[in-house]
């Protein structure tokens, strides 16, 4: 289901335009910084989901939805309070002009600024005075050495700024355009971890095209290095993008509110973290991370207009690689899927034209998209706990509240 929303959302975002600057809306450099962990976090959530009762990964996911939903209606919250006092400042400051077109002070101070220029006379230079300020003083070695230096260095400088003038056209006009070069990494790595879990296979040795079977050497080798080769690109990249934004200020780029700016590389493994966290949701939840990805996006100070894209063309990728393990390990329900992802795939392609449309009429900002995000997903987690207490007590979950947890070896 997810994965069908987030195909035609991207296939949509991807041509659209940022809302203040002249470049595409989709942000790579958030992909690149954040996709790979993510990616890396699906496999053990996928091997957790397929050992945990039920019950359990219901219950989780309760929490994860109370609690993102809190978070993400809070910051929704201050985002609306921010625009309404936007809104109203804007309003007091076109009733002051206003006022003061209907007044006659714009004619007098014309009128003085006249006068003034009326008055002013040239200023005579006196060259004898120029010549006794100078003195007469001749020209030494060491004066000429100085001077020398100083048309020396001030070349330097123009040759710098010049250099950085250069450096700043340039970024300007490729961040107009999309980075090919960060979505060809990205599927590179997809690539890479999809050839890891087909060799994986399922849970028997049959399931495997090179014969592994679980609970071997190799197969725990298949299930540690998605995780830990998706943490390694995250943080190289994190590292990457930090050094990018030292250049990027020394060049004298202008970031706008909401980009990200890694002026410091201490808190990247604080995102590289949380990229784990909501790959191994996604597998675990089956929520395709854009639960926790959103609010941390949110919490980072993306725009929203922009956070919600980004969301998607991440989920595109944690989603998809979520299905297919899951088909691998055969607990893909092809006749469900194919209802559901009908479904949201209508879904999101209403969204991403009428919701754009519905604020551009209304005049409304970014945090109605996040005060609807913080409404979905709060009424999702009540329909959850409604489902998990319903089949408990009629014991539709592993025969009622049973904590056994399900075997992986012995395929």
Same mark, same amino acid.
């Given at each position: 289901?997810?994965?069908?929303?987030?195909?035609?959302?991207?296939?949509?975002?991807?041509?659209?335009?940022?809302?203040?600057?002249?470049?595409?809306?989709?942000?790579?450099?958030?992909?690149?910084?954040?996709?790979?962990?993510?990616?890396?976090?699906?496999?053990?959530?996928?091997?957790?989901?397929?050992?945990?009762?039920?019950?359990?990964?219901?219950?989780?996911?309760?929490?994860?939805?109370?609690?993102?939903?809190?978070?993400?209606?809070?910051?929704?919250?201050?985002?609306?309070?921010?625009?309404?006092?936007?809104?109203?400042?804007?309003?007091?400051?076109?009733?002051?002009?206003?006022?003061?077109?209907?007044?006659?002070?714009?004619?007098?101070?014309?009128?003085?600024?006249?006068?003034?220029?009326?008055?002013?006379?040239?200023?005579?230079?006196?060259?004898?005075?120029?010549?006794?300020?100078?003195?007469?003083?001749?020209?030494?070695?060491?004066?000429?050495?100085?001077?020398?230096?100083?048309?020396?260095?001030?070349?330097?400088?123009?040759?710098?700024?010049?250099?950085?003038?250069?450096?700043?056209?340039? %970024?300007?006009?490729?961040?107009?355009?999309?980075?090919?070069? %960060?979505?060809? #990494?990205?599927?590179?790595?997809?690539?890479?971890?999809?050839?890891?879990?087909?060799?994986?296979?399922?849970?028997?040795?049959?399931?495997?095209?090179?014969?592994?079977?679980?609970?071997?050497? #190799?197969?725990?080798?298949?299930?540690?290095?998605?995780?830990?080769?998706?943490?390694?690109?995250?943080?190289?990249?994190?590292?990457?993008?930090?050094?990018?934004?030292?250049?990027?200020?020394?060049?004298?780029?202008?970031?706008?509110?909401?980009?990200?700016?890694?002026?410091?590389?201490?808190?990247?493994?604080?995102?590289?973290?949380?990229?784990?966290?909501?790959? !191994?949701?996604?597998?675990?939840?089956?929520?395709?991370?854009?639960?926790?990805?959103?609010?941390?996006?949110?919490?980072?100070?993306?725009?929203?207009?922009?956070?919600?894209?980004?969301?998607?063309?991440?989920?595109?990728?944690?989603?998809?690689?979520?299905?297919?393990?899951?088909?691998?390990?055969?607990?893909?329900?092809?006749?469900?899927?194919?209802?559901?992802?009908?479904?949201?795939?209508?879904?999101?392609?209403?969204?991403?034209?009428?919701?754009? #449309?519905? !604020?551009?009429?209304?005049? !409304?900002?970014?945090?109605?998209?996040?005060?609807?995000?913080?409404?979905? %997903?709060?009424?999702?987690?009540? !329909?959850?706990?409604?489902?998990?207490?319903?089949?408990?007590?009629?014991?539709?979950?592993?025969?009622?509240?049973?904590?056994?947890?399900?075997?992986?070896?012995?395929?």
């Amino acid at each position: 289901m997810i994965l069908a929303g987030a195909i035609p959302a991207t296939a949509i975002n991807l041509w659209k335009c940022h809302p203040t600057r002249d470049r595409p809306l989709l942000d790579f450099d958030i992909a690149l910084l954040l996709v790979p962990a993510t990616l890396g976090g699906t496999t053990p959530g996928v091997l957790l989901n397929v050992l945990f009762p039920e019950w359990l990964v219901s219950t989780l996911l309760v929490v994860l939805l109370t609690y993102t939903a809190q978070k993400t209606l809070r910051k929704g919250s201050n985002e609306w309070r921010k625009e309404m006092e936007a809104k109203r400042r804007q309003r007091m400051l076109a009733a002051a002009v206003a006022a003061e077109a209907a007044t006659d002070r714009g004619a007098e101070v014309n009128a003085a600024a006249a006068e003034v220029v009326g008055m002013a006379t040239p200023v005579e230079v006196d060259s004898e005075v120029v010549v006794t300020m100078l003195g007469d003083e001749p020209v030494t070695d060491d004066s000429a050495a100085a001077s020398t230096a100083g048309v020396e260095a001030s070349k330097a400088s123009n040759s710098a700024d010049a250099a950085a003038a250069a450096a700043l056209a340039t %970024i300007v006009k490729d961040e107009k355009h999309i980075n090919y070069k %960060i979505l060809i #990494a990205l599927c590179c790595l997809w690539v890479f971890l999809f050839v890891v879990a087909f060799l994986r296979g399922g849970t028997g040795a049959s399931s495997s095209p090179v014969g592994i079977a679980p609970c071997l050497n #190799a197969y725990w080798t298949l299930i540690v290095c998605p995780p830990l080769v998706g943490v390694v690109a995250s943080y190289a990249a994190g590292i990457h993008l930090h050094r990018q934004c030292l250049h990027r200020l020394r060049v004298g780029y202008s970031y706008t509110e909401g980009d990200l700016r890694l002026e410091t590389a201490a808190w990247i493994w604080r995102y590289v973290a949380w990229a784990l966290g909501a790959g !191994l949701g996604s597998g675990l939840l089956g929520i395709g991370g854009g639960m926790i990805l959103g609010p941390l996006l949110l919490e980072l100070g993306v725009n929203p207009r922009v956070s919600a894209p980004v969301t998607h063309y991440m989920v595109l990728f944690t989603s998809s690689m979520t299905v297919i393990q899951f088909a691998i390990l055969g607990q893909l329900l092809l006749w469900h899927t194919s209802w559901f992802a009908g479904l949201c795939l209508a879904a999101s392609v209403t969204s991403a034209v009428g919701l754009v #449309a519905v !604020l551009k009429k209304w005049g !409304l900002g970014g945090s109605v998209i996040v005060l609807c995000l913080g409404a979905v %997903i709060g009424l999702s987690a009540v !329909l959850v706990l409604v489902e998990l207490v319903t089949s408990g007590v009629s014991g539709g979950l592993n025969d009622g509240f049973s904590v056994g947890v399900r075997q992986l070896c012995g395929g």
